[in-house]
């Protein structure tokens, strides 16, 4: 009798099942990245035709959650608006310096002192100038005269505010050369000096860090020194407040940008900027000039 042959075992070859897995799992990080980077940007547009292809590549029939996405709004909060780029921050300060003016000029006006102190203010601070012969004798540094009743008026209006301060003492041409005083140099040095001493030593409110002294001598006049009434012009103590902002202008706008006046080493505004205010770079700004406190 034949033997019955058997049929040869069946082999199992090892098939490709995980290749289903692996393209889902690729094709889901894919997703993932490119989520990731979507959600990143802020542009509404983008986002929203990315959920459609996204929706449509899946056909997953309900809500996509890339619908319920839309600008990320902490990411935006940081970057700052158009309307508000700092400017708050200025047009605040420029206010407080308005302010300040406002209520010098009104004593000025209420004890007639038009004609020794007077004010101004442009885009670099908040400028007083007082003359020679409300603080000063001629040839001296010794405060006098009206010094007693101008110091604590200018000493309670630099309290109210925070910003830097600059006394800056100012002559005109007529060289001077005695014991005390050599030359113009340390007779300006001297007056701005003991003016700012007298305003701190006037108020103890007053925070000294933020105080400097210099003297200019007869090189920042304000008028012209071959007259009498030039000079007597040019002989002055100035008090600066230096602003702590500066005014920004929209970028995108060309025609609405303004360019912001040099100023010198000390904040104060260089010549040629507004109203003949005088320069604080050059020669007047050695060291026998300035005393800073």
């Keep these: 009798m034949a033997r019955k042959k058997h049929a040869a075992p069946h082999e199992e070859h090892e098939g490709e099942p995980w290749l289903l897995p692996y393209s889902d799992l ?3 990080l894919l997703a993932l990245f490119i989520a990731l980077f979507a959600i990143s940007q802020t542009d509404q547009k983008k986002m929203s035709e990315l959920s459609q292809a996204f929706s449509s590549a899946f056909n997953m029939g309900g809500p996509s959650f890339f619908n319920q996405m839309g600008p990320n709004m902490g990411r935006r909060a940081e970057m700052p608006s158009d309307e508000d780029k700092g400017n708050h921050a200025y047009l605040a300060e420029n206010q407080q310096l308005e302010e300040i003016q406002k209520k010098m000029q009104e004593y000025i006006e209420q004890n007639k002192l038009d004609d020794q102190l007077s004010t101004e203010l442009n885009e670099q601070g908040l400028m007083i100038r007082i003359k020679e012969r409300a603080l000063f004798p001629s040839g001296s540094a010794t405060l006098a005269g009206q010094a007693q009743s101008i110091v604590p008026v200018v000493a309670g209006i ?15 041409n007529v060289p001077i050369s005695n014991s005390q005083f050599p030359s113009n ?3 300006s040095s001297a007056r701005a000096l003991n003016f700012m001493k007298a305003l701190l030593a006037s108020n103890s409110g007053l925070n000294p860090k933020r105080f400097s002294a210099i003297g200019y001598s007869e090189y920042r006049p304000i008028a012209d020194n071959a007259t ?3 000079r007597t012009k040019n002989r002055r103590v100035e008090v600066f407040i230096a602003r702590n902002y500066r005014f920004n202008p929209d970028e995108k706008d060309p025609s ?30 050695s060291s026998m000039s300035g005393t800073t406190y």
């Design 185 to 187: 140099w340390e007779l």
């Design 228 to 230: 009498d009434e030039g």
């Design 26 to 28: 690729m094709t889901l």
């Design 158 to 172: 630099l309290s109210s505010v925070p910003e830097r301060v600059v006394v800056s003492g100012h002559t005109d």
């Design 256 to 285: 609405k940008q303004t360019s912001s006046p040099d100023t010198g080493a000390d904040g104060m505004p260089t010549s040629g900027t507004t109203n003949n205010i005088p320069a604080t770079n050059g020669a007047a700004g």
